[in-house]
């Protein structure tokens, strides 16, 4: 009988899924425990309504966008390489839940369903890119990987998608948030 991958390596992905998930039950909780003025900000109608009708400077959206996603990477990168790379990791997936979860809470409090709608436009198309590109560093770690010079390879590999990811989160991803609050306002 042959061994299959899963079978083969000892830690499973519902593990992290598991922290992912507890992280966005940790967000929603806090939004939950908030004031009600604690949740205005940007799924305000005057924000959304003055979003819609902007014209983007491109440039300044993707020396922001470029520097925070390649930070979030790198750090990304530097905990695979260490070895606590699963704690680390599980403890960013953490995070990233809590700040999804608190996102969408503020948006479906504020807007209902065009908020759920306005968080799922505001990961779209760029999360296609990031998903190979921090997914790969993530499983690399959690399934335990050994070689620094795949562990290289693969980190490049995922650059570049995390450049593709950053473009279409420049160029693309404010092209159809607009249209998509023009269309719901």
Same mark, same amino acid.
């Given at each position: ?10 830690? @499973? ?23 009600? *003025? ?9 924000? #959304?309504?003055?979003? *819609? ?22 750090? %990304? ?7 606590? *790379? ?10 990233? &839940? ?11 409090? @504020? ?5 759920? #709608?306005?968080?799922?436009? &505001? ?22 990987? @050994?070689? @620094? ?7 490049? %590999? ?16 404010? #092209? ?10």
């Amino acid at each position: 009988m042959s061994e299959t991958f899963w079978n083969k390596y000892p830690v @499973r992905p519902a593990k992290y899924l598991a922290f992912f998930f507890s992280g966005v039950l940790a967000g929603i909780l806090a939004v939950q425990m908030q004031e009600d *003025a604690a949740v205005t900000g940007i799924f305000g109608e005057y924000f #959304l309504n003055q979003y *819609a009708n902007l014209r983007i400077n491109t440039g300044k959206l993707l020396n922001y966008v470029g520097r925070y996603r390649c930070g979030q990477y790198f750090l %990304a990168v530097c905990c695979g390489a260490l070895p606590a *790379a699963q704690v680390l990791l599980g403890f960013l997936l953490f995070f990233l &839940g809590m700040a999804w979860g608190t996102s969408l809470s503020i948006s479906t409090i @504020r807007l209902g369903l065009k908020g759920i #709608l306005i968080c799922t436009a &505001g990961i779209f198309p760029q999360f296609f890119f990031y998903l190979p590109a921090f997914g790969w560093i993530w499983m690399w770690a959690a399934y335990g990987g @050994r070689s @620094r010079k795949r562990y290289l390879i693969l980190a490049v %590999a995922g650059f570049v998608f995390l450049m593709f990811g950053i473009g279409t989160e420049t160029w693309i991803n404010p #092209l159809i948030l607009q249209q998509i609050l023009r269309k719901i306002s």
